[in-house]
């Protein structure tokens, strides 16, 4: 019972990662069709502001040092800064440019980023410690887990309601899901484009350093390169939900890490290291039977 | 009649590229220092890696992020096939027999990186290119990380994330010329055949193409295999450049490299792909000059390490925003003036 309980919340604290990183991504898709390969450096640049820059294998922790209640809302000031940043300076010269465009500006602009944090840090791997109060073990039905995986589902789950609610219940909310489904008709009808998107991507900046401070108190590591993997597996998730469908894209993220949770247990122990090269070849297998996704989005549909 | 008037017409366009290639093995030949002479073979790998992934990209329109998992296939082959069976078993123990044995010169190394490459690009291409758009984009990212994933993990066939070493070094230029001017024709002889023009049709008005009875799938998935191949061969005479390969040698980094190349010189164009290569090394051996510390009066100075990635970054953005199509656009060199492709008028072939 207490081994079930264990590889259930392991599944559900990775599929919460991937879920928000899929968030993050399918938000900016559904307003501008952009597949925002910059999401994981974001990421990667939410932990790195909270250390003073230095080429030294010792971190120095700079803004980590904040009381936890100051520093969340850095944090997600943060990645939401970035975010809206990154909009005004690159993307928002591209909203007339195609898909495949976009896609390959937000993929140098993710390298400019990653290779401004080398400069400033070195590619070597910093050891810090965030939040160091989460890695205490609580016992739930029989499992020991880490409080932090614990409060890694909350979070998400809170998210997810919150974002729910501020989707079908506000004004903003209401603008944003209806430049989603046709953004022309919605600019018609007197949606303010710019402040959308610019929403878009605050919102999509923020879940971007929730998942930074799960990853740095988890690992325990700042690395330029982290918030690349999350960011494969949020794409993946965003594929298989249907490309900007946000509960696809959701469903899809927990079911990914459900997948990999469960490889995990069940392959052999020479096999487990290849667990993602498994979760890639599932996800390839679900796209030769639904290469639409599961659940696919209105308006994304290619029209003649 | 019409076949042989397309080649008359297309023929300068690589015929003025392997000029361009020849011209700089003989500034590379004539200055003769050992750094330039490996910048020199490095820029003309590039443009074997810049040219297949332009085969694919170009001709069919979607933009793959996976093609240098190809390049891993094809660098891994060269490792198995060419490294003196003595250290393979040391380095490599899990390797059968028949290939611990196998001492093969570079240039086979080279083909059967290429055909490897293109058997694993069949596999993949099979299901990838029922994709479309920005799925199959995701998904060929997919395919990277997933080769990368078990590259970096086999330990006995791939000794994991260390380097394997002792692969036979070549330094003569020419092979690598020679390299870079087959796979222009190639994908030069690819273009203008029957299933490249209709993958282009495909790309340009997918609804009519598929309407005058193009299989978009077929053409895109022999499209993937002609480029898997390509990037095979050339991820073999890389490890045959540097003498080593490790599963991080072909990742992001060389993705990023080779995709701005092919944006800055412009995605349609093979002219642009191979001007690409050359206009960007340009800019990377000067910003790599900067890095090392240039000597100005009586104090060094040096940009810092990370500049060469972020100034490349830079300009792939700025010519996205202000030149989509690249520096070619959708034309190539002819050698008359520049013109833009002209829909050929019926009859008058």
Redesign the interface.
């Known amino acids: 019972m207490g081994g079930l309980m264990q590889v259930i919340f392991d599944a559900l604290s990775l599929g919460s990662l991937y879920a928000l990183g899929a968030l993050g991504i399918a938000l900016i898709f559904g307003v501008m ?1 952009l ?1 925002n390969f910059a999401h994981g450096d974001v990421i990667a640049f939410c932990v790195f502001a909270l250390l003073w820059p230095s080429v030294d294998a010792v971190a120095i922790i700079f803004a980590g040092n904040l009381p936890w209640f100051l520093l969340i809302p850095f944090t997600l000031a943060v990645g939401a800064g970035l975010s809206v940043l990154s909009e005004v300076v ?1 993307f928002r ?2 909203r007339r ?1 195609n ?3 976009m ?3 937000s ?3 993710g ?2 980023i ?3 944090l ?2 400033l840090f ?1 590619s070597r791997p910093k050891s810090i410690s965030l939040l160091p109060g989460l890695s205490q073990p609580v016992e739930i039905l029989g499992a020991r887990i880490p409080l932090l995986q614990l409060i890694t589902i909350l979070v998400t789950i809170a998210v997810l309601i919150g974002l729910t609610a501020f989707l079908r219940r506000t004004r903003f909310g209401l603008e944003m899901r209806a430049a989603a489904e046709n953004f022309t008709m919605a600019r018609m009808l007197g949606v303010r484009a710019n402040r959308v998107i610019m929403g878009a991507f605050a919102l999509s900046g923020a879940l971007a350093a929730a998942i930074a401070l799960i990853l740095g108190s988890q690992t325990g590591t700042a690395n330029i390169m982290m918030g ?2 999350v960011m ?1 597996m949020a ?2 998730a ?2 298989i939900g249907g ?1 900007g469908s946000l509960a696809g894209a959701v469903i899809a993220g927990f079911a990914l890490g459900a997948i990999a949770t469960v490889m995990q247990v069940i392959l052999p122990p020479d096999a487990r ?2 667990r ?2 498994f979760v ?2 599932a ?2 297998l679900v ?2 039977f639904r ?1 639409q ?1 599961l659940l696919a989005a209105r308006g994304t549909k ?1 029209r ?1 | 009649m019409a076949r042989y008037s397309i080649l008359r017409r297309t023929i300068a366009t690589p015929l003025i590229l392997s000029a361009l290639l020849l011209a700089f093995a003989l500034i590379a030949w004539f200055v003769g220092s050992r750094p330039f002479n490996q910048t020199v073979i490095d820029i003309f790998l590039q443009v074997v890696f810049v040219v297949g992934l332009y085969t694919f990209i170009g001709n069919s329109g979607v933009i793959s992020f996976g093609h240098i998992a190809f390049a891993c296939l094809g660098g891994y082959v060269a490792a198995w096939t060419t490294i003196k069976p003595m250290m393979k078993g040391t380095a490599m123990p899990g390797l059968p027999d028949w290939l611990m044995q196998m001492e093969i010169p570079f240039w086979a190394a080279a083909l059967a990186g290429g055909t490897f490459a293109a058997f694993w690009a069949l596999v993949f291409g099979a299901v990838l290119m029922r994709l479309s758009g920005i799925a199959a984009s995701i998904a060929t990212f997919a395919m990277l990380a997933m080769v990368n994933a078990i590259y970096s993990n086999w330990s006995s066939v791939t000794a994991a994330t260390s380097s394997v070493v002792g692969i036979p070094i070549v330094r003569s230029i020419w092979p690598y010329m020679i390299a870079a001017i087959l796979a222009v024709f190639v994908a030069w002889a690819f273009s203008i055949s029957r299933h490249g023009l209709a993958l282009r049709a495909a790309r340009d008005e997918p609804t009519a193409a598929a309407a005058s009875g193009i299989n978009i799938p077929r053409v895109r998935l022999i499209a993937f295999v002609i480029s898997g191949a390509i990037m095979g061969a050339g991820g073999a005479l890389y490890a045959h450049s540097i003498g080593l390969v490790t599963p991080d040698t072909f990742y992001l980094g060389l993705t990023f490299t080779t995709l701005s190349m092919l944006v800055v010189g412009g995605m349609g164009s093979l002219s642009g792909a191979v001007l690409g290569v050359l206009i960007l090394s340009s800019l990377i051996q000067v910003l790599r000059w900067l890095e090392a510390g240039v000597q100005v009066g009586a104090s060094t100075f040096a940009l810092p390490g990370g500049v060469q990635e972020i100034a490349l970054g830079v300009v792939m953005i700025l010519i996205l925003m202000f030149r989509p199509s690249g520096i070619m656009g959708n034309s190539e060199l002819t050698g008359l003036r520049a013109r833009t492709e002209k829909p050929v008028e019926p009859g008058t072939d």
């Open positions: 069709r597949v690159v010269r591209f440019a898909p495949a465009t896609m390959i500006a993929f140098a602009l390298f400019v990653r290779y401004f080398l400069m070195s690349a993997s494969l794409f993946i965003t594929v490309m290291a290849f993602d090269a890639y070849g996800v390839i796209l030769i290469p996704g290619e003649v």
